[in-house]
């Protein structure tokens, strides 16, 4: 094979023979081409070997099936597919390589004459070749322009830490008193990394949390004197954590951007360069489907928000908490009609009230581990309370995991009077405060999961059939649902009773995430009920 190409590429050169085309021929028109060998028709190569005797002889197989239906009678050389090139065409970077399917014609890799299946293996290979080199330029100039735009920004971002800790010298850069258990919890960021680094964890924070995006923020104070330490301390105590972050303030989610970013985007799907749109609680055709209630339960649709001027749960001191519950308070005490109702202190709350709440599943507990590493649970129970109107539809949770979760619940599925409810009461409730909003990523919570809306809607729903398959939560995952038992998140069910709710918060409206809820409880139900059906189908 070496000394064939030898042989051929001998024969192409164009010191050998002339390599002009007559007029009459186009570049567009299919003809004969013309002889370039001279009168004989034959060129003898230094090594003594006919070159146009290969196309003059009976071709081996290998030779007949590369051309195919191209070859012509004998004595003559097989010109390539149209549309003919008749002039060399421009130099490839790789350079010209010699096509063993018409041996007087040098093409470029770029410029193929033949089809894909035409093409020697060789010259294929040489192609990937290229286009791989061209995709990995792409990738390291990606890199090089990504690394240049994160140290432009971290640049920008300790001048504006710098401007803000001059307006703000009373806050800014000053950690506030802290509760003893706060004092006691560890608050070396290196020694919390350390410990990270060891553990063996799958969650978010440990995943977008390198040594770079250490190194980064580990000496990075909040508007509130939040550490790096206070967002990752849960995730490292947990290591079962699935997300493993909580923010202490509002400024967090800008001044640790990578991490909170990365988490974020994992968690959400949502990018960095998106922004969250603006609230919309316009009603849709929500029919009951299960008027008779013989699945779905209850219908619970809740949202979180939090109060400007103040920082996040994580953060907040006694006297901060007390001061956020005599505010809001005094607003919902305000409210008349069906949003209207009473305020129950959970220090001052009497005995009596407290076991009938707790026997209407109304009064929130004191948090997990999750929440009590986040140091979410300081201070327990001051300035924690419950407010709930007359007819226990409407509530309000004050000093949870955020400053505020608005509630509206009622049993079995009417989801449009659920919703309405809620959308009166957040629009209320904003004459009177003002909350923590972000200009890309909406109203602000704790935890990266609550962000946007800040909206969960639900149901407790009956599903022995379907919460039995093996790929249940794969099924729910595809409807963007997410399954919990009916006693909160971390908990397991109970008699195939579920808490189905969204799963997205960020990037979507009010509207559109309840939407989510909705299609997927009517799928689940038409797929129980007839898992149902065929069970009782089946002969005994």
Known sequence: WILFESTIVMAASPSSRSFEAPESVSQTQPGPLPNLTGSTGRTTSRFGYDALSAAQRSPSPLHASRLGHYSLPRGTISPPPPPYRLSPPPVSPI???PDPLDPLRRSPLRYPLYPTADVPPYVQYMRSVERMQEEIHKLQDWKSRWEDQVKEKLALQRK???????????????????S???AAR????????NQLSAADTTSLLKKHLTPEIFGLYKDTKTLHGGSLAD?????????DSGVGVYAPDDSAYDKMKLLFDGVIESYHGFRPDQYHPSPDFTLQDWNNVDPKGEYIISTRVRTARNLSGFPLPPLLNKQQREEIESTVKTSLEKFTGDLGGTYYNLAEMDEGVRAKLVEDHFLFKKGDRFLEAAGINDDWPAGRGIFHNNDKTFLVWVGEEDELR?????????LRSVFDRLGRAVGEMEKNFKFIHHPRLGYISACPTNLGTGL???VHMKIPHVSALSNFKEICDAMNLQPRGIHGEHSESAGGVYDLSNKHRV??????LVQTMYDGVVALLTLEKAMEAAEKSKPK
């Open 186 to 193: 560890e608050n070396d960021p290196t020694t919390l990394f």
């Open 95 to 97: 350079g010209y390589y």
């Open 456 to 458: 969960r809607a639900s």
């Open 507 to 512: 990037g979507f409206t009010e509207a559109q």
């Open 406 to 414: 608005i509630i509206s619940m009622e049993k079995g599925f009417n």
């Open 231 to 239: 967002v990752i301390r849960s995730g490292v105590v947990n290591t």
């Open 160 to 178: 504006v830490d710098e401007l803000q800790n001059k307006l703000n010298p009373s806050i800014s850069g000053k950690d506030l008193e802290r």
């Open 180 to 182: 003893e258990a706060g």
